[in-house]
């Protein structure tokens, strides 16, 4: 029983400093705490051997965070007002990946800019939620009632909005809602033209804006009298819909990262059609044909090496199932991105099936479990040996 009483004082008085110091810590700190704290979450490795292919552009999985972090911890001073804070953030971002999407004349590095950026605010706002959640769950405590948690919660809502007000695509307003009325629930697409080995191509992005649903959970909650009652009824529904908005979220952001690593690499072969294009004599046939194959085949290797990362990294224990699907997507994105490069260089359009990439009845190879990671590296390491026995025989 004594030993009881000791433990149940020294909870008590842990509970009371953490009280004291989520008094004197902003909102602010908070974020960029867990901003820290998310990037260190998973240890770097290094699987591509490349260090002497530095014409070989790779995507790495961690953009997002690392520019994060990067502007995160540029741009923050002790004490800084989170709305301070955002104004900063949203300058540096828009300066890293400038972006109008109402120029006349788009290009691939515009819709990588775009993409990633979107990527960015995802991640943020996620950030933010986890912020968000933390708070949730010291609300009824000593100095944190229904006032403090529901004047909080309004000025995280009107950020994450503003967020996405500041990173427009197409006719949608924004990426998130204050209520499901806002919007009429119909998928935001957007077409652009864009200039492909000399023809035009278009691009078809798509996106789903969501809802907060937040506003509601305090009109439901008063028709609960009893206090104790009202406060677990709140908590319990914001955690709901917070859990929910994460998932979505990250959702959502996993979609801008597939679109990222799309159009950076729509972009780099365009650049190499294009350099390629102002170095080479219009009149030699042979010289033509060497070009566009060298850009396939720069090309190609390139997506490889990045869907070998993937690989790699997924064979490990420590991701879920949504970083799985998340990169599987990415796999198979790349792998109909490289039939697509083959197809508008020789009109070859199943240069993946003879890579052993996709197999004989169109099925693509997996990353989505440890197992299948493991399995697909091998199969990728022979088709990087089929392209540079290619090269070899192209480029003596």
Known sequence: ?????????????????????????????????????TEGKEPKKDSNGTKDLLEIPLYPMSVADEVLL???????????????????????????????????????????FASIRCEIVFCFV??????????????????????????????????????????????SPHFFLKTKEESDW??????????????????????????????????????????????????SE??????????????NQARWHQY????????????????????KNPDSQNENSKSLFSIRDLSLESAIRTIKERAFHMQSGVYHEMDRQNQQMVVSSLIHLMDQISESVNGNKEITKKLRLVHQYGGIISVSTAASARDSLPVIEDALLQLQKERRLHFP
């Open 1 to 37: 029983m004594q030993w009881f009483l000791i433990g149940l004082r020294f909870v008590s008085l842990s509970m009371m400093l953490r009280i004291e110091f989520l008094k004197r810590i902003s909102l602010t700190a908070l974020l960029v705490a867990t901003v820290n704290k």
């Open 70 to 112: 990067s502007i995160t911890n540029k741009i923050y001073q002790s004490g800084m007002e989170f709305d301070s804070f955002l104004v900063l953030f949203l300058s540096e971002l828009q300066s890293l990946y400038p972006f109008d999407e109402k120029a006349k004349a788009l290009t691939y590095k515009d819709l990588y």
């Open 126 to 171: 996620s950030v933010i939620l986890k912020v968000w959640q933390n708070l949730c769950l010291q609300f009824g405590l000593e100095g944190y009632g229904k006032n403090e948690f529901e004047s909080d919660s309004a000025k995280i809502q009107e950020w994450i909005i503003s967020l996405g007000n500041q990173f427009k695509m197409g006719d």
């Open 186 to 235: 119909v998928t935001s697409k957007v077409n652009v033209s864009l200039p492909w080995f000399g023809t035009i191509k278009t691009e078809i992005i798509q996106f789903f804006p969501l809802s907060l649903e937040i506003h509601r959970v305090w009109k439901e909650a008063a028709a609960f009298k009893d206090p104790i009652e009202f406060n677990q009824n709140i908590v």
């Open 238 to 251: 914001v955690l709901r819909i917070l859990t929910l908005l994460v998932y979505r979220v990250n959702a």
């Open 260 to 279: 990222a690593v799309r159009f950076y690499y729509l972009d780099f072969v365009e650049k190499e059609f294009e350099r390629k294009q102002n170095k």
